[in-house]
């Protein structure tokens, strides 16, 4: 029996509600397959936590967490209780960057039952591949002069070592995929760091001939993803292209309590991160009508991380059968608990 030692952090919100509930479902998987089973270390870490002890994980926190198989989040922050620079920072970034989690991958999914905001949105399936450590959102610059003189300068910072890895990864994700893979860029306008991002894009796909590259701008691209996004496979992007993208592609999907996202860990070292998009959702807190989809889904690209795909692909066909099945929370436009549509896939899988 293999064990697989899996960091589950509820956090705060409606993450308290889904997080523990959807264990079971993972441990019904477990019992499937016969040759593993998940031990659970569960952290309260939140900002309650924060609260009670000043800080929003322990001391030892970080070791307890790189010691694990993977990182199961529901969602930190609740800016009634703690201001968001402080929650984020000392739990959530804070993991990313010391458990080197310098990618974050988010799919975008057509799924029938859930009303897309796209007229006609087909069949789409696409995945963006962020770059999560560096370009657009580095700390260099600052501010010159001062009155009407002053100057406020933001440089992005893209090195080699960076923007390859992230392509390598795109690149053999969309060998796995349809191999097909968009870079999203900008060197039209953008002179120096761009025309090396498509260098650098230029010189992996001499590396895999077998994969079908393409280079967009990214306002043709934001646009493209709109008008045709069943076009798309794999897309891979700077850090700041990459958020706008993943919120678009969250957006085109129909909910946000659907969508997942992983933070992913390239060099081993480390456990990677999965959490859904969506944050605490204050507002509906304790009415039981929590969306749990977009947590579900994450639990399927950690399973799938895992190298667990035959797992991943029976928790993603329960997700996409009772959706399909009218069993949807409010925001979905249905009427079902968050707890009913937990059980309702929780069975479904038990059936398969
Ligand atoms: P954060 O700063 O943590 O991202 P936020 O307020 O920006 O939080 P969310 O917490 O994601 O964003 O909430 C945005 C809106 O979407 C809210 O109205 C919330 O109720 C709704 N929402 C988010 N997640 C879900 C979910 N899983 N199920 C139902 N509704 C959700
Ligand atoms: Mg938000």
């Known amino acids: 029996m293999k064990k697989t030692t899996l960091s589950v952090i509820p956090g705060d919100g409606i993450g308290k509600e ?8 993972l441990d019904t998987l477990a019992e499937i397959d016969g040759g593993i089973q998940f031990e659970y270390n569960q952290y309260p870490w939140s900002c309650e936590y924060y609260l009670e002890h000043g800080v929003m994980m322990p001391d030892d926190g970080m070791t307890k967490l790189q010691q694990s198989d993977a990182i199961y989040l529901g969602a930190v922050g609740n800016p009634k ?3 968001d620079h402080i929650s984020l920072w000392g739990l959530l970034i804070k993991i990313r960057r010391e458990c080197e989690q310098v990618i974050n991958i988010r799919p975008a999914q057509y799924i029938k039952g859930v009303k897309s905001p796209l007229a006609e949105p087909n069949d789409f399936n696409f995945l963006v591949v962020r770059e ?8 260099v610059g600052g501010r010159i002069h001062s009155g009407s003189d002053e100057i406020a300068i933001q440089n992005a910072v893209f090195t080699r070592n960076a923007t390859e890895r992230t392509m390598r990864y795109a690149f053999e994700l969309a060998n796995k995929r349809n191999g097909q893979l968009t870079s999203a860029t900008k060197s039209n306008g953008i002179v120096h760091s761009m025309p090396f991002w498509d260098q650098v894009f230029q010189e992996l796909a001499g590396e895999y001939p077998d994969i079908k ?3 967009n701008h990214i306002d043709a691209l934001a646009a493209f993803l709109v008008s045709k996004p069943d076009q798309f496979d794999v897309i891979v992007a700077s850090n700041l ?10 957006a085109v999907m129909g909910s946000i309590g659907i969508a997942p996202a992983a933070n992913i860990n390239l060099n081993g070292k480390y456990p990677s991160m999965f959490e859904p998009v969506h944050g605490s959702a204050p507002d509906i807190i304790g009415q039981g009508i929590a969306n749990p989809i977009g947590q579900l889904w994450t639990a399927k690209m950690m399973l799938d991380h895992l190298g667990l795909e035959e797992l991943g692909g029976l928790l993603f066909r329960a997700i ?10 409010k925001d979905l436009g249905g009427t079902s608990t968050m707890n009913e549509v937990i059980n309702h896939i929780h069975a ?3 059936s398969y």
């Not at 999560?132 to 700390?139: I, L, P, R």
């Not at 292209?241 to 969250?250: E, K, M, N, R, V």
């Not at 996409?320 to 929370?329: F, N, R, V, W």
């Open 132 to 139: 999560n450590s560096e370009g657009e959102y580095s700390e």
């Open 18 to 25: 889904i997080v523990p509930a959807t264990l079971k479902i």
């Open 81 to 83: 209780l703690v201001p």
């Open 348 to 350: 479904k899988i038990k």
């Open 241 to 250: 292209f990459g958020d706008i993208l993943t919120d678009l592609g969250a």
């Open 213 to 215: 590259t393409q280079s």
């Open 320 to 329: 996409k059968e009772t959706i399909a099945e009218g069993i949807k929370t």
